[in-house]
């Protein structure tokens, strides 16, 4: 779709101003970068929350009819504007013809999840028979993991992130014990550097070099969710593999964000959700991947009917042919009310693609990082207090969408400051903002109000009082 070179943030932030002749930071280059932006049409597929509609604004601090900044797709997703209209026509078919629904219209009910699993392809780079649309997240997770972890005396371990999220964490330690074996041991965290916030590829890799025969199954998160770290998918795995362990990934924050390639890169494994860049609403229709190669060596380990091939499903003869690879993991029938929402926003990701979107991202992103630096870092601000420290690694390629702030004063007075504002971003602990422009619907613009209103904030001395 797009063929001319990548510009980087700061060439088209600086392109625009000698256009302009204006600063860096004024608002006109921003509107300038939506006027270019050939995704900005994506913007009205969406519901954008309005101020007056958001229970934590302070009305004499924004003009309540205008659009919240939504900056939290990290999180959760918006609306695709296509998301009633397409549960309306399953409501309406469940009502005029009840159970006829299972094999009629856009989506017969008993293959909804299989006639939208095609759009979820390019997104995580697979082919569809290694793609399955099933429960949520965790449940897929000990699903994959009571296959893939098979432990024995000598290769027992698990080896994830100290900092994996808590799910992950839990499931991993339950797995553990689930197999008798003592979570100490067979746990394996990988932390960071003392004094730093991200993991290092090359600390990662000698852990697994100096361990790899030990570990039974490699579990990291693609896009780590509190750093926004990427991690380098392809080399884990196959340094992992290479030791013999299977390589499974998270990527709850990496799916819809960054581009994948799960089955060009061999990964064993992967499992995801859909309510966060894949807009899918809360709770929605998670998914999972199961490499090919072991489409008839790895079987699930629990097996429901949804898991038999559908020409002899209704035989009810209770004997099992199970579908090789992925769809074989399936247990119970879809719901159907949760593969609308997901059809209404895939259906937007195969328009956009996801490498145009990719390509704004990293414009997005880079601008609100530009800009965030004008006001805020040591090297612009000659060490003026109050700082922020975006610890999202810098490089394009170690990262998504999402940028973690931290400050030099009270996070918690800025939060709360910026919620009142209408910025729609969250905190997670110990002390970082994450704020995630999303290129499907955010716009440059958006961005700029965010930083204006964040330095607003900084500046202000009756917030530094709440401080
Ligand atoms: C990285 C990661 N893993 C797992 C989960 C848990 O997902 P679920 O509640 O859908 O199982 C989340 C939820 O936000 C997440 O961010």
Redesign the pocket.
């Given at each position: 779709m797009e063929s001319s070179p990548l510009e980087l943030p700061v060439d088209a932030v600086r392109r625009i101003t000698a256009e302009l002749k204006c600063h860096p930071t004024d608002e006109r280059v921003a509107l300038r970068l939506d006027e270019e932006d050939k995704l900005k049409h994506f913007r009205d597929c969406f519901y954008i929350p309005k101020m007056r509609d958001l229970p934590s604004i302070d009305p004499s601090l924004v003009n309540k009819d205008e659009n919240a900044i939504y900056l939290l797709g990290n999180?959760l997703g918006l609306q695709p504007k296509m998301v009633r209209t397409y549960l309306e026509e399953e409501l309406e078919k469940w009502a005029k013809m009840g159970a006829y629904g299972h094999d009629v219209g856009k989506r017969p009910w008993i293959i909804g999840d299989e006639s939208i699993v095609g759009l979820m392809k390019d997104i995580v780079g697979a082919h569809e028979k290694e793609i399955v649309l099933m429960n949520?997240?965790?449940?897929n997770?000990h699903l994959l993991l009571l296959s893939f972890f098979k432990p024995t005396p000598r290769r027992h371990k698990i080896l994830l992130e100290s900092k994996?999220?808590p799910?992950?964490h839990y499931a991993i330690e339950s797995q553990i014990r689930l197999h008798g074996l003592d979570v100490e041991k067979s746990m394996r965290m990988i932390k960071p550097r003392q004094g730093e916030e991200t993991l290092r590829m090359e600390d990662i890799l000698k852990v697994i070099e100096e361990e790899g025969d030990s570990i039974a199954v490699i579990l990291f998160?693609g896009v780590q969710?509190y750093t926004g770290q990427f991690f380098d998918i392809p080399a884990i795995t196959k340094a992992g593999q290479a030791k013999g362990c299977f390589v499974g990934f998270?990527l709850?924050?990496a799916v819809g964000n960054v581009e994948l390639h799960l089955h060009d890169w061999g990964v064993d494994f992967a499992c995801w959700?859909s309510?966060?860049y894949l807009n899918s609403g809360a709770?929605g229709l998670?998914g999972a991947f199961v490499h090919e190669k072991h489409a008839h060596t790895i079987k699930p380990a629990l097996v429901g009917w949804f898991g038999h091939e559908l020409s002899t499903r209704f035989k009810m003869d209770n004997k099992l042919q199970l579908i090789p690879g992925a769809n074989g993991f399936r247990i119970s029938n879809p719901p159907i009310l949760l593969v609308c929402p997901l059809h209404a926003s895939l259906e937007l990701f195969q328009q956009a693609t996801m490498t145009a979107l990719r390509r704004k991202s990293i414009l997005l992103t880079g601008y609100l990082e530009y800009m965030l630096k004008q006001y805020h870092s040591k090297e612009n601000t000659g060490n003026k207090e109050p700082l922020v420290n975006i610890i999202t690694p810098s490089r394009v390629e170690d990262r998504g969408c999402q940028l973690t702030l931290t400050f030099s004063v009270s996070r918690k007075g800025v939060f709360e400051e910026l919620e009142k504002r209408g910025v729609v971003c969250d905190k997670r602990e110990p002390d970082g903002i994450r704020v995630a422009p999303v290129p499907l619907y955010n716009s440059f613009h958006d961005v700029y109000k965010f930083v204006r209103l964040l330095t607003a904030i900084l500046d202000s001395t009756e917030a530094s009082q709440v401080f």
């Open positions: 999180s949520a997240l965790t449940v997770l994996s999220f799910s992950d998160s969710f998270d709850a924050h959700c309510y966060k709770g998670a």
